[in-house]
């Protein structure tokens, strides 16, 4: 099944909206300045709809089914957030009115500053990031610039356990500094004689995701945190695990002095398609005043309460127009409200519990290389005894077949054939046990007949796509428009 | 608990499948001195008290429907056709996540694609990514992208001043680690002439905005000069742009520009107090391998059916780590969905419309004003759908007088950012501004106009 392009239904003449005429007199256009042509296609109202909605039924969503993608935390998005989100109070405020006429919506990103704080331990905390790689980078932008400030310019040396996300490494390289690899321990660990052999005063830090991508918690964790504090180093949290760590402990108080929160993970915001997300960035009081702004402060000398803008004294600068992906930001807040301390705290529990049940379902089937209880997710090798030739990738597509989005496949990259499994908490057990059902049955197939396998998917719209062909320069088509 | 299905034999059941008796048995890697803390946060609302409790919340502040708006600068107000909203709220979009997995997720694939194909027909471009964050970051990514073009050996970047004073902040937020210099920009009479002469042989990029932050337009013409100076040093031409501009004037194709970026919140995608919007970011194709972000390209199926996949990832973070031309990974998909609806909505002739919608009401208004003694319009260049207004009272408090008693949102502080236009209006005026508004507005300024006369605002 596939659909034609926009380009490929439009016709000259149509219209999918029309425009009043202006109510203004005409004028004259600048000769020399106009474009001669513009090659948008042109639709009625109605074959937009039926584009889009044909479109949208090539997808697989979290709304249409089970999509346990591995780090992503792909849970049920309440839909009251979006309600929230479409009040005109807060889409109809233009960034730039003054404080003093946008007093609501700075009540809400407040009280969000002051939620997140609590729930992780930072006091200070800035909105502005758009996304977990955007937090990452303001995140190590502010240590390296706080140990700056200290003079401490011969730093320059981030370290990267092998088992981190690339947004990790990718950080590092943006901000400037050098990516040194930290191994792991055969307990899937941070290895701490790795660590210890790497530390200098060279260091700007650590970056460490707990619990990290195996979906286990770092079992020295504390003794990681004080080794790399006593080199002189911060700590550097990545947060997108936090679905986890909710009311179960605060990330600050085991050592971590920066860490982005991925709203789009933890707080239930939709992923989109791709974001947009919300990246916040919370920090020890110590680097408070290196945040990016402007943060929501109360104004102090004021009679009644009023909140304004404040950009702190150091700051590392802005890392986006204006204060946030305030939608975003809306959603959130509305989630944490309607869940309080006890519902958050429920998460966590019902996510771990959720992703340890689904591990015993299918424990001794799929290879567990670090057999220990897991977090809210856990990572299996796709690799099936008596079905040598079967691949991560091949279990993954078969899923599919299932009505099932599969793991993330091929990370965290010290797994082999890695599938990371994350079920999140507003699955019910119904679903885990048909999922659990549909990978036994596949672990059969495999060995039965892995030309199904290898096959698949047999029931998507579309089969096994080229990517090579997509990327090669001979046959790489990037836009309809142009010769490109 | 809401959004949790599991009941108490649920648990009870999955608990004994896992060989544990108690929820709290499984967080015993958590160190027992910092496990389970008490969180404090506000007692839990059902669905009914946050639906009255946020409607009241968000009324306590004055929104662009209960006041009339000439505020632009960045975040702009425009009309949006009902089906975007319609469209990209279908649960099918916004609750699926990064298409990695072609086979189940050829929707988002082929909207991203459609998307990239309609920007680069805006642009005059022949390749553009999924977006970025914000027009700014998408700024930024252009100084980072024409930095690798130049193997990271050009070391300086220009940038004109009347380039977003944001999009300037941020490009060196971002670029603080990376060596490189940001110049050009801290003389307000550097115009492109004063731009292409900074140019040389150590300059990465050369970036202007057109229109510009003042609304000021660029004629093709001397755009092309700069473009060729620019190319001269080697270096490359980014242009900044308004993507409603670009319904009615010469894309940035067209005269020379190698990397076209801009804000695409304009493109259906309301003004959300300053988010989510979205970056768009086009280029030469033969840059295409060194830009950030997702890229999506046609490719075949297994049976030659023609499909949507991620292409070129060999440049992002998942698969280069530390070698990734950009740590993006989450970027602003529904917002380039909104956008891509809205291009489509609006199609060839609408957006012109729109375009134009904008051009004459904002001329009407800068003629209007500029008949009211005291009152100024800044130089004598074509504008779009902003403009500078030279005020004879300070401006910050001819804007609270005509909030206060206007209802008026008056327009951008210039002084703001540039100090030596501390006298300077920024009004914009879109298709959503009616002619009786811009007149309330003109009589809101007479009232205040002539120098230091009558209608002092205290
Ligand atoms: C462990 C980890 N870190 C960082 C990120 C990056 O977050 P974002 O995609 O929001 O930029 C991800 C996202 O997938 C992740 O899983």
Known sequence: ?484 | MPYIPNTDADRAAMLAAIGVERIEDLFHDVPEEVRFPMLELPDPLSELEIQQELLMLSEVSIDLNHTACFLGAGAYRHFIPSVVDQLISRGEFYTAYTPYQPEISQGTLQAIFEYQSMICALTGMEAANASHYDGATAVAEAVITAFNVGRRKRKKAILSPMLHPQYRAVARTYTQGMGLTLIGDDDLSNGVDALAALCDGDTACVIVQNPDFLGQLYSPAEMQTLADAVHGCGALLVVAADPISLGLFAPPGDYGADIVVGEGQPLGNPISFGGPYLGFFACRKRYVRSVAGRIVGETVDTQGRRGFVLALSTREQHIRREKASSNICTNQALCALAAGVYLAAMGKRGLRQVAELCYHKAHYAAAEIAKLPGYEIMGDRPFFKEFVVRCPQPVDKMLRYLLDDWAILGGYELGRDYPELDDGLLVCVTEMNSREKIDELVEALAELGGPRQGGEVS
């Not at chain 1, 803008?309 to 986006?320: D, F, L, R, T």
């Open chain 1, 1 to 484: 099944m596939t659909e034609p392009l926009l380009y490929e239904i439009s016709s000259p003449g149509r219209r999918g909206c029309r425009l009043p005429q202006p109510d203004v007199q005409r004028e004259e256009l600048p000769a020399g300045f106009l474009r001669d042509d513009l090659p948008l296609p042109e639709v009625s109202e109605m074959d937009l709809v039926r584009h889009y909605v044909h479109l949208s039924q090539l997808n697989h969503a979290v709304d249409t089914g089970f999509y346990p993608l591995g780090s992503c935390t792909m849970k049920y998005n309440p839909r009251v957030n979006e309600a929230i989100s479409h009040l005109p109070g807060f889409t109809q405020l233009h960034p730039l009115q003054p404080p003093d006429t946008v007093q609501g919506a700075l009540v809400l990103l407040y009280e969000l500053q002051e939620f997140l704080g609590e729930i992780s331990g930072f006091p200070g905390i800035s909105l502005q990031p758009a996304a977990g790689a955007h937090g990452e980078m303001t995140g190590v932008l502010i240590m390296r610039k706080a140990l700056y400030d200290r003079g401490e310019t011969q730093r320059n040396v981030i370290l990267v356990p092998d088992s981190a996300h690339g947004t990790n490494p990718a950080t590092t390289t943006m901000s400037g500094l050098k990516v040194v690899q930290i191994a792991s321990d055969a307990a899937g660990n941070v290895d701490l004689d790795a660590l210890r052999v790497h530390l200098s005063d060279q260091v700007v830090g650590l970056m460490l995701t707990n619990p990290n991508t195996l979906g286990l918690f770092d079992e020295q964790v504390l003794e990681v945190t004080r080794l790399v504090h006593e080199a002189g180093g911060l700590v550097y949290g990545d947060g997108a695990n936090l679905n986890a760590m909710l009311g179960i402990c605060k990330p600050a108080d085991l050592g971590f002095d920066v860490m982005h929160f991925n709203l789009h993970k933890t707080f239930g915001t939709p992923h989109g398609g791709g974001g947009p997300g919300a990246g916040p960035v919370g920090v020890t009081a110590e680097l408070a005043t290196f945040l990016p702004g402007p943060i929501v402060v109360e104004q102090e000398d004021e009679e009644s309460p009023f909140l304004t803008w404040h950009v702190p004294e150091k700051s590392i600068g802005p890392v986006k127009s204006f204060y946030g992906n305030f939608g975003v930001l809306v959603r959130a807040y509305t989630y944490i409200r309607m869940l309080g301390a006890e519902g958050l705290r429920r998460v966590a529990e019902n996510a771990v519990l959720n992703a340890n049940y689904l591990l015993s379902r299918i424990r001794g089937v799929y290879p567990l290389p670090y057999d220990r209880t897991c977090m809210h997710e856990f990572v299996v090798e796709g690799r099936i005894e008596g079905a040598p030739d079967v691949r991560a990738l091949d279990i993954s597509k078969r899923l599919m077949d299932y009505g099932f989005h599969p793991p993330t496949n091929y990370f965290p990259l010290i797994v082999p054939e890695a599938l990371m499994i994350e079920p999140t908490e507003t699955e019910s057990k119904e679903t885990l046990d048909a999922f659990a059902e549909a990978l036994l049955k596949i672990a059969e197939e495999a060995r039965e007949d892995p030309e199904l396998l290898h096959n698949a998917p047999h029931t998507t719209p579309l089969g096994r796509l080229d990517e090579v062909r997509a990327s090669h320069p001979k046959t790489m088509r990037l836009c309809y428009t142009q010769e490109c």
